[in-house]
């Protein structure tokens, strides 16, 4: 389901802008006031007004009546009459303790996803940016996991977990373990396994933009730092790193909010288990949709989800552009 | 230091990352590729074969026949294409105007996209179906195209906002002194600047249309309408009954294609990506 | 600047309009009138296996041949999205009209309201065809909200090549008694070998169904005013999986984390002597066993009888449906002998209705386990579980975590008692 969301979400994994682009309004502002006079400000309105209709009409109205939902007693059913309740979902919410405990999961899952996401694509991404031999073969097998279909992609990792026909522990076994393992299945190895899985997911995109900042890097600061004698490590520290913040802290908190809305693929490798060690928080409301139609607690779920996502990612790219500024 | 002493080794270790992560990345495709020449004898084998001991050709016959991926492919090639070439039309001259104009629409567009990323979209589905069903949209590859071009534009919006950011103004303003008009401008300077970018734009597009598939299982009824991975699910049983030979075939047919475009894009990807993450 | 605005705004007007015309045509079809031209109806099946495709295609065809006036669309659905498939359309009263699901999850939708009644238009041979505890499973409210079609069981399949080395005999009764079982699993189980691989990964559904065997009925009332009780009989089938894996080792404890499908290639390679499977597996044996492989279907199993939970398929007709008659003519015709006996061969399932039983068997010769699996027919019946609203959220919520727990060892049989019963509390005062 959420399925489509990570679809169409991925494209903006490109959306590592930088500081000039449309973040900071203030900065943006000052300038176009200087530069384009005022009196043209109207012109934008029909170039977007194609854009935006669509979206207002599809997508915004949508969106608010989801949120709406949320203050209400809404369930599935033939002739069902909905009730405005205010805060009432929110006080049962509370003392939910199965749905804190699937957020608490799902902020491990999104968090380790997210760096483990980060550090492997940025490896890839230094690779990539070598003048290497067959890059242009690995420029495209690294975009993989984006072309498989995400309908097949969920089942054939299952099938490679397969103790008894998967590959996977055949090699476990290789590395001197014996017996069969359902790394899937096992308590302590469950969350691991599907944190794995989501990395490889969604690696190509990052990779991509990560790549495209190096390459737009400023050689001349590169040779510079090695003219000083500093290594490849310190100079990937010193220079390289603080060079692509501004690209970083976009595409990991688009990464972020991605990985927490994930769940379609964690519902076909395990269905939330075992025991409930992988029941990921969007998972929790789609079932209370879907599974028991309650509209109006799942979008209650879903704008305190909402809520504490975009106070975490305000408190985290506030930082970021403090530290730019 | 030790670059500069040990070239040789240095680069010998790259090349052995590199091969660790087209592995990681690229095995899973491998296997669907194996697993679409294996007969369901074999993929019921417990001994784990990356190579089939007896390579078949039935699966993907039964893909084509049974799945109807040729028209299948059809129909998901048709509202990917459309809803590209929309999702471009539309949002072209709006990134120009987010970035060229100051606009009250800027903040509020900007935190649209942050908010509509974390709400999550099975709660929008019902209301959405019934705005479709307002306009008779319901069970039509042009309702399809339109949700899929409404759900990709924010992205490509944002995008090709970022590479228009990067084209120097005063570009543009020569043109305006030459008295160009705002279409020319954008026409004959900014498109031709642009157009690794929008290639790049289109292509996530693209593929974020060509694998969806919540809203078509959804909203298309018709079976003569039915896209890709619509017609794929087709393999997929009851308690986790698959069948996985015809599966990964039509699978694999599915996602060749996007590779091999990648393949002959791959350069000019990469070159849009570039000039458009320059610095702005 | 204002003709500019205009212009824009006429643009995406064209665009919606064009497509709202583009489209009105086809929809027109389904919604037409009854006093003019044909009715169609859209029939979504979710036939799986190729043969049972072919099978209910046929059906249609006969049908549309007989019936100029009522045309019936076959289209194909998938069991892994047919939920919300049905959830969106059902709400937004695009359903198709004809509705096959199964009754464990059909009857969610039916208690929301969203489907008919079938039994004014059921004819009477139909109705004596079925026996009476399979209709239970598909009566809400005392209204038959769906025609059962075809049903599974809980079947013991064995490597009988393992069991007679392991000096097992071959039970032949009506049933197997439980103590006989997991006597004859302990005795084949060897230094390679499990007596029984057991896919659990999903325990909620065999735990409840199954644990009928011991008198479970973990749920006593309707709707949404239902008691749980969590005694001896609920908590005896978990108990003697749990000793068999961990006092007998008899069991895989690693299958346990499997769905039975995945836990099939080690029993056809000979890791395991016996495995419990819905019977519809049956259909994989005799499609993917290696030549040597000998394979039978054991006699089901039975502890104070042989009792499982009848989740029988089910075809409905949404509510809504402008058509609701014509379409329950459809079922009723489908609900035929020779036709249900069709489908049900195809995807190795039991027809509901008895002569179409009989009829597979006369067609099969009652070979590859044909005999036992429709046998076990009888012993399907309405559970008490399936008639509580908030069973599925207990099932996610509570049992299916707990029972996994319990599986791998994590928490006692004492526990298990008391997060089945308390997460009910949770979930149903929720």
Not at chain 1, 261 to 276: E, M, S
Not at chain 2, 139 to 161: C, E, K, N, R
């Amino acid at each position: 389901m959420n399925a489509t969301r990570a679809e169409i979400a991925r494209p903006d994994r490109q959306a590592g802008r930088s500081r000039s682009g449309p973040t900071p309004p203030d900065g943006q502002d000052a300038q176009s006031r200087r530069k384009g006079p005022r009196r043209r400000r109207n012109e934008a309105l029909p170039l977007l007004l194609p854009a935006l209709l669509p979206v207002a009409l599809f997508s915004m109205f949508p969106l608010v009546q989801g949120i709406y939902l949320g203050f209400t007693d809404s369930r599935a059913g033939l002739d069902q009459v909905t009730h405005f309740t205010g805060l009432e979902n929110y006080r049962d919410l509370l003392d939910n303790g199965l749905f804190w405990e699937s957020f608490r999961i799902g902020l491990v899952w999104a968090f380790s996803v997210t760096i483990l996401q980060f550090v492997a694509s940025l490896g890839l991404a230094l690779l990539l940016n070598q003048d290497l031999r067959l890059r242009w073969l690995a420029r495209t097998l690294a975009l993989v996991p984006w072309a498989m279909p995400p309908v097949v992609i969920a089942i054939m990792w299952r099938m490679m977990f397969n103790p008894n026909s998967g590959p996977i522990n055949s090699w476990v076994r290789g590395l001197g373990f014996s017996g069969d393992f359902n790394l899937l299945g096992d308590f302590n190895t469950a969350l691991p396994a599907v944190i794995v899985v989501g990395v490889w997911v969604g690696m190509p995109q990052t990779t991509i933009t990560l790549l495209a900042g190096l390459q737009s890097m400023d050689s001349s600061m590169h040779e510079a730092a090695e003219v000083d004698g500093a290594g490849a490590l310190r100079r990937l520290v010193h220079v390289t790193l603080p060079s692509l913040r501004p690209i970083i802290a976009a595409i990991t908190s688009l990464d972020f909010i991605w990985n927490f809305n994930q769940f379609a693929l964690v519902y076909v490798l395990t269905r939330g288990g075992p025991g409930g060690e992988t029941m990921l928080p969007m998972l929790f409301s789609y079932n209370e949709a879907f599974r028991y139609g309650h509209y109006g607690m799942a979008a209650a779920m879903g704008n305190v989800m909402v809520l504490i996502i975009v106070a975490m990612l305000f408190f985290y790219l506030r930082n970021r552009l403090r530290e730019n500024a | 230091m030790s670059v500069r002493a040990h070239p040789t080794r240095t680069r010998s270790l790259q090349y052995v990352a590199l091969a660790g992560y087209l592995i990681f990345l690229g095995f899973p495709l491998l296997w669907m590729l194996s697993t679409a020449f294996k007969s369901s004898q074999e993929l019921a084998d417990i001994t784990p074969r990356l190579i089939p001991s007896d390579p078949i050709l039935d699966n993907f016959g039964d893909a084509i026949d049974r799945a109807d991926l040729v028209h299948a492919g059809a129909n998901s090639l048709q509202v990917a294409l459309a809803t590209t070439v929309l999702v471009i039309a539309m949002t072209l001259p709006a990134a120009y105007g987010l970035v060229r104009y100051k606009t009250w629409l800027r903040p509020v567009t900007l935190s649209w996209i942050l908010i509509g990323q974390v709400f999550p979209v099975i709660l929008v589905a019902i209301p959405l179906f019934l705005i479709l069903d307002q306009f008779s949209l319901t069970d039509s590859l042009v309702g399809l195209t339109i949700v899929h071009a409404v759900y990709a534009l924010p992205f490509g919006l944002w995008m090709l906002q970022g590479y228009i950011t990067a084209i120097p103004r005063d570009v543009e303003e020569a043109g305006a002194v030459d008295g160009a008009g705002r279409l020319r401008i954008l026409v004959s300077i900014i498109l031709p600047l642009l157009r690794p970018g929008v290639v790049a734009t289109a292509l996530f597009t693209f593929i974020a249309s060509w694998n969806e598939f919540f809203f078509a299982l959804v909203l298309i009824q018709d079976p003569d309408k039915y896209t890709l991975p619509r017609t794929l699910v087709r393999f997929v049983g009851a308690s986790d009954q698959v069948q996985l030979g015809p599966l990964a075939a039509g699978a694999l047919l599915a996602t060749l294609p996007s590779l091999v475009f990648f393949l002959l894009i791959q350069r000019r990807l990469t070159a849009g990506l570039l000039s458009g993450a320059v610095k702005g | 600047m204002n003709v500019k605005h205009l212009a824009g705004v006429a643009l995406f007007a064209c665009l919606v309009a064009s497509c709202a015309t583009s489209t009105n045509e086809s929809d027109d079809t389904s919604d037409s009138g009854d006093s003019e031209g044909p009715v169609t109806l859209r029939f979504n099946s979710l036939a799986f296996q190729e043969p049972t495709i072919e099978a209910s295609k046929a059906i249609v065809d006969a049908w549309n041949a007989e019936h100029p006036d009522i045309q019936v669309e076959y289209v194909q659905g998938s069991w892994d999205s047919v939920h919300d498939q049905l959830v969106t359309q059902l709400q937004t009263g695009k359903a198709p009209d004809i509705i096959h699901d199964e009754s464990a999850d059909i009857s969610g939708f039916a208690r929301q309201g969203y489907l008919a009644d079938l039994s004014p238009y059921l004819s009477d041979e139909v109705k004596d065809a079925v026996p009476e505890g399979v209709w239970d499973a598909v009566t809400v409210d005392d209204k038959v909200i769906a025609a059962p079609t075809l049903l599974q069981s809980y079947m013991v399949f064995a490597n009988t090549d393992l069991l007679q080395q392991a000096g097992v005999d071959i039970p032949a009764g009506e049933t197997w008694a439980w103590d006989d079982f997991q006597a004859a699993a302990a005795k084949a189980t060897t230094d390679d070998t499990y007596g029984v691989a057991w896919g659990l990964a999903e325990p909620t559904a065999t735990v409840t169904s199954l644990g009928m065997n011991f008198g479970a009925t973990f749920f006593d009332g309707e709707g949404d005013d239902a008691d749980i009780t969590v005694g001896d009989p609920e908590l005896a089938l978990p108990a003697r999986i749990h000793e068999m894996t961990y006092d007998d080792q008899s069991i895989d404890p690693t299958s346990l984390t499997l769905s039975g499908s995945d836990a099939l290639p080690g029993f056809l390679h000979g890791k395991y002597a016996m495995t419990v499977q819905g019977s519809y597996v049956a259909q994989q044996l005799v499609q993917d066993a290696p030549e040597d492989f000998h394979w039978a279907v054991l006699p089901p199993l039975s502890a104070e009888s042989a009792a499982q939970a009848a989740n029988p398929q089910t075809l409905s007709v949404p509510a809504e449906s402008p058509h609701v008659e014509e379409a329950a003519e459809f079922i009723d015709y489908f609900m035929a002998a020779q036709n249900l006996a069709k489908v049900a061969e195809g995807d190795w399932l039991i027809p509901a209705s008895s002569e179409a039983s009989d009829a597979v068997a006369a067609d099969t010769g009652g070979d590859n386990g044909w005999n036992e699996i429709l046998n076990s027919g009888e012993y399907l019946t309405k559970a008490p579980f399936q008639s509580v609203t908030n069973y599925p959220q207990w099932d996610d919520q509570i049992a299916t975590p707990a029972l996994q727990k319990y599986f791998a060892d994590e928490i006692s049989l004492d526990e298990l008692q008391a997060e089945l019963t308390d997460g009910w509390a949770d979930v149903s005062g929720g």
